[in-house]
């Protein structure tokens, strides 16, 4: 039998017939010594990491995807809309470009 080590971690595995995915119908990888499926540990920490950041990185597309707009009742400052951001009624509050914060004409 031929040694196949896992690309992430390098512990060796192995694939047989019974352990298929439905989903994919590729072979499932499983740990040579408990004959289950391989858990394997950088890729368990790389995932980890990837939810971590997700937050983060939606939170800055969402501010990239702003779209700015100069208040036209006096002050003429930036203000955006957000769909979180509005009234029992419905209506959007304009929020202030700097602060996130609903905006007060001055």
């Given at each position: 039998?031929?040694?196949?080590?896992?690309?992430?971690?390098?512990?060796?595995?192995?694939?047989?017939?019974?352990?298929?995915?439905?989903r994919?119908?590729?072979?499932?990888?499983?740990?040579?010594?408990?004959?289950?499926?391989?858990?394997?540990?950088?890729?368990?920490?790389?995932?980890?990491?990837?939810q971590?950041?997700?937050?983060?990185?939606?939170?800055?597309?969402?501010?990239?995807?702003?779209?700015?707009?100069?208040?036209?009742k006096?002050?003429?400052?930036?203000?955006?809309?957000?769909?979180?951001?509005?009234?029992?009624?419905?209506?959007?509050?304009?929020?202030?470009?700097?602060?996130?914060?609903?905006?007060?004409?001055?």
């Amino acid at each position: 039998m031929s040694n196949i080590l896992c690309r992430q971690c390098q512990n060796p595995i192995k694939f047989d017939d019974k352990h298929i995915s439905q989903r994919t119908g590729k072979k499932i990888p499983l740990d040579i010594e408990t004959n289950e499926r391989h858990d394997c540990p950088v890729r368990r920490e790389q995932q980890q990491q990837a939810q971590q950041q997700l937050p983060s990185q939606s939170q800055q597309s969402q501010q990239m995807q702003r779209r700015h707009l100069q208040c036209n009742k006096c002050c003429g400052n930036e203000i955006y809309f957000d769909v979180n951001t509005k009234t029992q009624s419905g209506k959007f509050i304009p929020l202030d470009k700097d602060t996130g914060l609903p905006h007060q004409c001055q």
